[in-house]
């Protein structure tokens, strides 16, 4: 693995949800491998994903259980066939069969899908008591248990009791659970053990499967960009079990919330509703518990993106029970002192800074101290009215430029969408003619072009998508992140024209 801006190359943004398969939504199976294939054959160096935590409601990777956790829904379950654990024949196969595969319907897919993972873990557990668990496999659960205590124990009884008390979010259960009362919290342990196993039982099988196609890829050269959100979710295990390092108060509610002010994608700003965190607490502990975060993002990825990174240098505080972010107000973080710490424990983090939205002096000068790189979007670029720093000449060479982001519109419904002085200014950047059909290849052919060192393209581009391609939309709640992909759409055509564009342009 090399750093981030030591040689040119490019790679496709591609969430695993979005795979394609037979069961409802993607997987860590076949068609993580087959894209993969495709990245080769399209001379790609790099495979960027979203968060793969377990997502809460809503179904956003930026809205995790846990800041360490994996998102049991991605287990391959021919996988699980393949190792005995399910036959194939289970009923709720056939419910999963006849959800569409053009997009993922998670309130059909997660129900079927975790009786299906009951199933397997029946399987394993017996034979796992009984003795009769390969002693290889055992030996490797017993290891992952052991080695990641420090957050399994913790995640395994949140996600417990969160389904003794209906799936409610932490601050609604009684309140000996809430404040984690050793009583409450042995009782808990005592009635549901077997419960508790089956939390770990998905841990490990999520991260034997994502070590796997991680190998895969590695062997192929491709290095892996994950993402880390800078803020945990409210509703998750770190919260409850860790309330000294947010801003909450005595009762466990936040004080104040995360978002951002009004910007390009809301008039009223995005109001996150992320706990915000106690940085007087946590530098006291010497930033430990982002160390530790940060650490195991290194251990499942090659290239950590961490999302806002301009919240490390002022975050924007909107009083709690606000309806918008509005009334919010920036709040100084101690961003220089955080990363010092950082650099000194994990010399080699290899990170990615994203720093768009509001980018002041003071977040440019946090930047060049970390020397990360940071992003260009090429579809912020056309802003007819400004010389935009977004525009690829004025670019350096230490920065990542994407076509568009998961929260973006694809090129294509971007340049159909966009004014008429936009759009007349992308076409004489870009060369565009009025006939030309291919105006992602365009933009690609652009971003590869520039002297940044790292160029990106959501799939949703690479394949020419409008609308229907869309992943999120900021703010909205429904309707986002289920997009997928068909296996057809992985065309010779298209890996052959991304790849003449990338050796023509040297990220081969």
């Known amino acids: 693995m090399s750093s981030i801006s030591e040689s040119r190359r490019s790679g496709i943004l591609m969430h695993p949800t979005s795979l394609p398969g037979d069961y409802g939504i993607g997987s860590l199976g076949a068609h993580a491998r087959k894209f993969i294939d495709f990245l080769i054959t399209a001379d790609q160096r790099l495979w960027q994903i979203c968060p793969l935590g377990p997502t809460g409601y809503g179904d956003s990777p930026y809205q995790c259980f846990s800041a360490f956790a994996g998102n049991p829904y991605l287990i391959d379950l021919d996988?699980?066939?393949?190792?005995?654990?399910?036959?194939?024949?289970?009923?709720?196969?056939?419910?999963?069969?006849?959800?569409?595969?053009?997009?993922?319907?998670?309130?059909?897919?997660?129900?079927?899908?975790?009786?299906?993972?009951?199933?397997?873990?029946?399987?394993?557990?017996?034979?796992?008591?009984?003795?009769?668990?390969?002693?290889?496999?055992?030996?490797?659960?017993?290891?992952?248990?052991?080695?990641?205590?420090?957050?399994?124990?913790?995640?395994?009884?949140f996600m417990v009791i969160k389904a003794s008390q209906g799936g409610v979010s932490w601050d609604n259960w009684p309140e000996d659970l809430r404040k984690r009362k050793p009583e409450a919290l042995d009782q808990i342990r005592k009635a549901h053990v077997r419960d508790i196993a089956f939390q770990k039982y998905l841990q490990f099988t999520f991260f034997r499967q994502w070590a796997e196609i991680r190998a895969y890829a590695g062997n192929a050269g491709i290095d892996i960009i994950g993402d880390m959100p800078i803020f945990v979710a409210y509703d998750s295990v770190d919260a409850w079990a860790h309330p000294e390092l947010f801003q909450l108060d005595d009762q466990g509610h936040?004080?104040?919330?995360?978002?951002?002010?009004?910007?390009?994608?809301?008039?009223?700003?995005?109001?996150?509703?992320?706990?915000?965190?106690?940085?007087?607490?946590?530098?006291?502990?010497?930033?430990t518990w982002w160390i530790d975060v940060l650490k195991a993002k290194m251990d499942?990825?090659?290239?950590?993106?961490?999302?806002?990174?301009?919240?490390?240098?002022?975050?924007?505080?909107?009083?709690?029970?606000?309806?918008?972010?509005?009334?919010?107000?920036?709040?100084?973080?101690?961003?220089?002192?955080?990363?010092?710490?950082?650099k000194k424990a994990l010399p080699e983090a290899n990170i990615i800074a994203e720093d768009l939205g509001v980018i002041t002096r003071e977040v440019e000068e946090l930047i060049d101290f970390t020397g990360y790189p940071g992003m260009k979007v090429l579809q912020f670029a056309f802003d007819s009215n400004d010389d935009s720093d977004f525009l690829p000449h004025n670019y350096n060479r230490n920065?990542?430029?994407?076509?568009?982001?998961?929260?973006?519109?694809?090129?294509?419904?971007?340049?159909?969408?966009?004014?008429?002085?936009?759009?007349?200014?992308?076409?004489?950047?870009?060369?565009?003619?009025?006939?030309?059909?291919?105006?992602?290849?365009?933009?690609?052919?652009?971003?590869?072009?520039?002297?940044?060192?790292?160029?990106?393209?959501?799939?949703?581009?690479?394949?020419?998508?409008?609308?229907?391609?869309?992943?999120?939309?900021?703010?909205?709640l429904g309707g986002n992140w289920d997009w997928r992909f068909a296996e057809e759409q992985l065309t010779a055509e298209r890996a052959a024209k991304l790849a003449e564009i990338t050796r023509t342009f040297g990220r081969a």
């Open 79 to 157: 996988q699980l066939i393949e190792d005995g654990q399910l036959n194939g024949s289970e009923p709720e196969f056939a419910k999963l069969h006849k959800l569409p595969k053009e997009k993922v319907d998670f309130g059909s897919v997660i129900p079927a899908k975790l009786k299906l993972l009951e199933r397997a873990f029946e399987v394993f557990h017996d034979a796992h008591e009984s003795g009769e668990l390969d002693p290889v496999t055992k030996a490797r659960y017993r290891r992952f248990c052991t080695d990641q205590a420090s957050w399994l124990e913790d995640f395994a009884e």
């Open 300 to 342: 499942l990825y090659d290239i950590v993106r961490i999302d806002h990174f301009r919240g490390f240098e002022a975050f924007w505080s909107v009083p709690y029970g606000d309806k918008t972010a509005i009334n919010g107000r920036w709040i100084k973080a101690p961003g220089t002192e955080l990363f010092a710490a950082i």
């Open 399 to 476: 920065a990542v430029v994407y076509t568009g982001t998961h929260d973006n519109e694809t090129v294509n419904a971007w340049y159909a969408n966009a004014s008429k002085s936009d759009r007349e200014m992308a076409a004489r950047y870009l060369g565009i003619s009025p006939d030309d059909r291919e105006v992602h290849w365009d933009f690609i052919r652009c971003a590869s072009s520039s002297v940044a060192a790292t160029a990106v393209f959501p799939l949703q581009d690479v394949l020419g998508l409008g609308e229907e391609g869309r992943f999120n939309l900021p703010g909205t």
């Open 254 to 287: 936040p004080t104040s919330v995360a978002g951002v002010p009004p910007d390009y994608f809301s008039e009223t700003g995005q109001l996150w509703g992320n706990p915000l965190y106690n940085w007087d607490f946590m530098r006291s502990r010497s930033f």
